[in-house]
């Protein structure tokens, strides 16, 4: 194996002491030994040992120009704002028509160099760019689902071969608990549906999780979906496992299954949604005012655009195990709103209806009143969390002033 610079000029230093002490003859043999060591040229061998190697390389290394600078990460922050904080491959699979539409509303004013580049960026290069403004964390949770028996026998559990997940209309229900740490008293949940074969996301708040406004909220979701449920799994909640959701499901001809007990991955996709859609917008805070359910309303009526019609998602497509490795393969992200426009199951009026309503939806705008929402939520909470705080420590401060 050839020697490196690094360990040529070491060779060659230690050579050149034993070089200037020896006679003629004695030169001309060392002067051949490191030749043969380093591959150099006799004559800049020579040099080297009569002269003394340099201490240190002093070749000068020509460097590349950056490619994507100042001019095109600032505008690379903005897209990944609008497209909340996704991951490189995410932003890149939705980069042109994001640009394309943050331009429409004069949200970007890029020149053409800037806009090429932008346009060619790597996922990879992404999160390189971006890794310094990347926050995350990770706040406690408790679980609040109580099993529900009435008609369990009646409601099948989920097998995969009775779901067609490649067509759109087949979704997964949970309930989010707003409760911030503690399960005393009334609070606060949010009602997730995900349809599978798109990733169509829905989200409704309700006040608790009665059976009656879990209901009236999914009935709601059900009205507003581009496309005809076929399908629901649920949990195995008392929220949902009960008679007026089966007869319901019964009469819209609408398949009606629920999870095994204690297996959250059965209902993968929405629980995924739970983190990425719901948790990552309101976080974990405990909402149980009726100001705070209002401010819900309004932020999940906002949410529900930005999710649906600019956040891309990716889709499992296969799975195979190596022993203990599994490999996955996911297919191109795209947005829910692209995945049911390519889907058979809506017709033409349909998808002209949705991409005509696309086209009015500046997703800046959309983040920028999400944002205000989000920060008007943290300061009830704030002020809840401050006035609990008095109310605790009050009467011991009393009792230490006695």
């Not at 932003?91 to 580049?117: H, I, N, Q, Y």
């Not at 169509?200 to 879990?214: D, F, I, K, S």
């Not at 599994?326 to 795209?334: I, W």
């Amino acid at each position: 194996m050839p020697l490196t610079m690094r360990e040529r000029l070491a060779v060659t230093r230690e050579t050149a002491e034993r070089y200037l002490r020896s006679g003629r003859a004695e030169k001309g043999r060392v002067l051949t030994e490191l030749c043969a060591v380093t591959s150099y040229n006799r004559a800049y061998a020579a040099r080297l040992l009569r002269a003394g190697p340099p201490e240190k390389d002093t070749r000068r290394t020509r460097r590349r120009a950056a490619t994507y600078t100042a001019d095109v990460i600032g505008p690379l922050r903005k897209v990944w704002a609008v497209l909340g904080f996704a991951c490189g491959k995410r932003v890149a699979a939705v980069m042109p028509e994001t640009v394309a539409c943050l331009e429409r509303f004069g949200e970007l004013k890029l020149t053409d160099s800037v806009r090429e580049r932008l346009l060619r960026i790597s996922p990879a290069t992404i999160d390189r760019a971006l890794a310094s403004d990347r926050r995350g964390f990770a706040p406690s949770r408790i679980p609040t689902t109580r099993p529900g028996t009435m008609l369990k026998h009646q409601i099948p559990v989920r097998t995969w071969a009775e779901w067609d997940d490649a067509r759109c209309g087949f979704l997964e229900i949970d309930l989010v608990a707003h409760a911030g740490g503690s399960g005393a008293g009334e609070f606060c949940y949010t009602l997730d549906a995900t349809d599978i074969a798109s990733g169509w996301t829905e989200t409704r708040v309700v006040r608790n999780r009665a059976q009656v406004h879990v209901f009236l909220a999914l009935t709601d979701i059900i009205a507003a979906l581009p496309f005809p449920v076929l399908g629901i799994d649920s949990d195995n909640g008392s929220e949902f496992i009960n008679d007026q959701l089966l007869r319901f499901c019964e009469r819209e001809q609408i398949t009606f299954t629920r999870s095994r007990p204690g297996n959250k991955n059965d209902g993968g996709h929405v629980e995924q949604k739970n983190w990425s859609v719901v948790r990552r917008t309101v976080g974990y805070a405990r909402f149980d005012t009726p100001e705070e359910l209002a401010l819900l309303v309004e932020l999940y009526d906002l949410l529900r655009l930005h999710t649906n019609f600019f956040m891309p998602s990716a889709r499992l497509i296969a799975k195979t195990r190596s022993g203990a490795k599994v490999s996955r393969r996911h297919d191109t992200p795209k947005t829910p709103l692209a995945r049911v426009v390519a889907s058979s199951e809506i017709n033409d009026d349909g998808k002209a209806a949705l991409t005509g309503h696309y086209e009015t939806l500046n997703p800046a705008e959309l983040m920028r009143r999400i944002t205000t929402l989000q920060q008007r939520l943290d300061r009830f909470t704030t002020l809840k969390e401050t006035t609990r705080r008095k109310g605790v420590q009050a009467p011991i401060l009393e009792h230490i002033l006695r």
